[in-house]
């Protein structure tokens, strides 16, 4: 089943979610064989909601991500995304950043940033601005001219941030975007995030097998089981905002960890 738009639904527009997920299933058939990659996967995604997807690997968060950016089908369930107050349009809607940058060489920071409202046909003026705005919001002002190869990994991971935002998508799609960071730059690239997050207010679901990155990320997580993927729980966590590293050793940080180490029987 495909995403669609909620814009027709009776709920209102103040307590529908964004996104709604209904015993979504994905099997995937390659020589004869099947793999199911997700099983049995329910949520409910507020707009504006900072969601951390956290599991071991191959449990399908891949997948579900793939699902809701409108690349692949559910075979079962039902994926609604959109509401009342904010329809959705699956090409136009979803930002996506990767585990790697994957900017282009050739194109200056500027130019690899204003690259989605060029596919998509946007007034190329407008978007350069509004690429320059956001590259000062991710601390690149003064980077536009650069080429790539000049900047360091968490800086081409910030202009990363700053392209998926670029043509004002209302849901952000992050599939181990800090990955292949060292330690420290992961940690100042949390801090970073957070800030964009709410500077931005857009509906972010963001994976990671990290879980103390799910927990410090987070304004909700969902917990998803080894592969085939499922919901093990998905619940909100109530620490303050704005957050810094010092919430790490705070009682309630150590009780979500706990909870999702529990659910993940480690």
């Known amino acids: ?49 900072m969601v951390s997807l956290v599991g071991p690997s191959g449990c399908g968060k891949s997948t579900l991500l793939k699902i809701l950016a409108g690349l692949h089908d559910a075979d079962e369930g039902e994926v609604v995304i959109g509401n009342a107050r904010s329809a ?11 585990q790697q940058a994957l900017l282009l060489k050739w194109r200056t920071i500027l130019e690899n940033v204003t690259l989605p409202a060029e596919i998509l046909r946007l007034p190329l003026g407008q978007a350069r601005e509004r690429a320059r705005n956001l590259l000062a919001m991710v601390g690149l002002a003064g980077f536009e001219d650069k080429y790539p190869y000049e900047l360091s990994g968490g ?61 410090f990320l987070g304004s909700r997580c969902a917990v998803l089981t080894a592969g085939p993927a499922r919901m093990a729980d998905s619940f909100d966590i109530d620490l303050p905002l704005p957050r810094n590293l010092n919430v790490k050793t705070t009682e309630a940080f150590g009780r979500y960890t706990q909870r999702i180490y529990d659910l993940l029987g480690m």
Request: charge should be neutral; glycine fraction near 4%.
């Open 155 to 215: 800086m081409q991971q910030r202009a990363a941030i700053a392209r998926a935002l670029v043509h004002d998508p209302k849901l952000i799609l992050m599939d181990e975007p800090f990955g292949a960071l060292d330690a420290l730059t992961r940690e100042k690239m949390n801090l970073e995030m957070l800030r964009i997050w709410q500077e931005s207010r857009k509906t972010i679901i963001f994976v990671t097998h990290s879980i103390q990155e799910a927990v």
């Open 88 to 98: 959705f349009v699956p090409g136009r809607d979803v930002g996506m950043v990767f």
């Open 1 to 49: 089943m495909t995403a669609t738009s909620a814009a027709a639904k009776p709920e209102s527009a103040t307590t529908a979610p964004m996104i709604r997920l209904r015993n979504v299933r994905k099997v995937y058939r390659t020589g004869g064989r099947e793999f199911v990659a997700i099983s049995d996967v329910t949520m409910d995604i507020a707009e504006g909601d």
